[in-house]
């Protein structure tokens, strides 16, 4: 019999093979067709639910409608299919509505969600959230962060779907909301004056204003009082209500500037709850946190964020907050044992605190505290015996009036979602889902002049040289043969 070539065996092993493959891959797609399988390759999980989502969806027992008001083949395909992902909870039906052929659904839930909204604004796109005799319309444009430069062109620059949806199928399963008081009486701020009240209220917060002086207690239905830069003291009778408040389980956000004169009431309620509040303001010298649109002035600066649930979503979003002029705080001398101090916000180890504000010197001085510096601080009711953190919270903040649109660059969505996360830990858990959305900005790579040398270098010399390299010893190693 006459012997196979060495050639044949190889060119028919070589056919084989490629039948093999092209047979697996045939059967890959086709599974692959069948199971409906998706990835999302995004770097921060765009389009996939958070576990707080999911979480909140295994709770609720009140089934939910979403109807999805798009005409049929003009879905946008990222919202249809995060939208899918809420469907496949066994609380919630998605149904996707023409619009122009059911005007008088569209009316009928307008009418009746109480939210407000202004017929126009339902617009293709937009989503209903319907269980019971509750529902909310969560507007297109609810769907993602925008903004608009001077042209009025429209600028896309965050996804918050999520943050929508949930909200909206919470309030409506369950119809709870966070009952804010913000206090009135001693010039105060409220979250109007910072343009945060529409998002809250559609975050699950109901606001709500309170003039001590009027009142011998909080109101029982108070989850939360805000105080937001009172230009003078709080009386002894209004810090000890206060007190009381705190006393049966409500917490408080404070929000302070510097004035003139000192706040010795509202200090000793801080003091009461292991912070002390330093009077002088944070100067911070690292060149990495300050800004150019405020010239480099030390005074103004972006904070370190201290790892907490709070700053969490801030961290994972690389979103920088902004402080202008912020107070200090730090561990009171004596320090109850049931009550934990939770730094939040810090200045960097470069920084420090002008104590001697007559001090007009932008390099540090004998009195001056060094960094860093806490400008936010959380402080929470522990468990003795578990370590948990149960009963009422604090949360101070150094400079409230960094929260309103600050000069050159308006209101920040930092500083926002950092309210809404702060808020959210305030209130607990149970009472609030705490889904930020995600940035869509795609930063540039940077890298230093040396570095940028380095990887030409091992780019055009190197590789090309060893590849080069390699075909030579081949070709050699080949020719003896």
């Known amino acids: 019999m006459k012997k196979i070539s060495f050639k044949v065996k190889h060119a028919a092993l070589s056919v084989a093979i490629s039948i093999a ?19 999302d390759m995004t770097r921060r999980d765009l389009y996939t639910l958070t576990e707080e989502t999911r979480q909140m969806l295994a709770e609720i027992e009140q089934e939910v ?76 444009m609810d769907l993602y962060n925008v903004s608009y430069d001077n042209q009025g062109s429209v600028n896309v620059y965050g996804f918050k779907a999520e943050q929508s949806l949930s909200a909206a199928i919470q309030y409506v399963a369950t119809g709870q909301e966070v009952v804010i008081y913000q206090l009135l009486g001693h010039n105060e701020y409220t979250f109007e004056d910072f343009g945060y009240t529409e998002s809250l209220e559609k975050s699950n917060f109901k606001l ?34 206060l007190l009381a408040f705190l006393d ?62 709070i700053t969490g979503s801030l961290t994972e979003n690389n ?40 001090t007009a010197s932008e390099s540090r001085v004998m009195t001056d505290r060094p960094g860093p510096i806490n400008a936010a601080v959380g402080a929470a009711e522990k ?21 309103a649109p600050l000069s050159g660059m308006g209101s920040l969505k930092a500083n926002y979602d950092f309210t809404v996360s702060a808020l959210g ?29 380095v990887y030409a270098g091992l780019v055009v010399l190197v590789i090309p040289l060893g590849i080069i390299l390699v075909g030579l010893i081949v070709y050699i190693r080949r020719k003896r043969l």
């Open 21 to 39: 493959v092209l047979v697996g891959l045939v059967i890959i797609n086709l599974l692959a067709g069948e199971l409906d399988l998706k990835f």
């Open 65 to 140: 409608t979403l109807y999805y008001l798009a005409k049929p083949g003009q879905e946008n395909i990222t919202v249809g299919e995060l939208l899918e992902q809420y469907a496949s909870s066994k609380s919630v039906r998605l149904e996707q509505i023409d619009p122009d052929r059911n005007p008088g659904l569209i009316a009928r839930y307008t009418e009746t969600s109480g939210e407000g909204e202004d017929r126009k604004t339902i617009s293709t796109g937009s989503v209903i959230a319907v269980s019971g005799d509750r529902s909310r319309v969560i507007p297109y």
């Open 208 to 241: 709500k204003t309170l003039n001590m002086t009027t009142v011998s207690s909080i109101p029982e239905d108070a989850d939360i009082v805000v105080i937001l830069s009172p230009s003078w003291d709080y009386s002894a009778s209004e810090t000890d209500k």
């Open 248 to 309: 049966r389980g409500g917490s408080l956000y404070i929000g302070l500037d510097l004035i003139q004169e000192k706040i010795p009431n509202l200090s000793a309620l801080l003091t009461a709850w292991n912070i002390r509040l330093d009077r002088g303001i944070i100067m911070e010298q690292d060149a990495d946190r300050l800004l150019s649109e405020f010239g480099g002035s030390p005074v103004v600066f972006s904070p370190l964020y201290a790892g907490t649930e």
């Open 319 to 358: 979103q920088n907050m902004v402080l202008a002029s912020s107070l200090g705080f730090s561990a009171a001398p004596i320090q109850k044992r049931n009550i934990e101090l939770i730094p939040i916000l810090t200045s960097t180890a470069k920084s420090w605190l002008r104590i001697d504000l007559n």
């Open 383 to 403: 468990n003795i015996e578990t370590g948990f953190q149960e009963g009422a919270k604090v949360l101070a903040v150094g400079t409230a009036s960094s929260f």
């Open 425 to 453: 830990w305030l209130a607990g858990e149970d009472k609030t889902i705490n889904v930020q959305s995600r940035s869509l900005y795609r930063l540039p790579l940077q890298i230093s002049a040396a570095n940028a040398f």
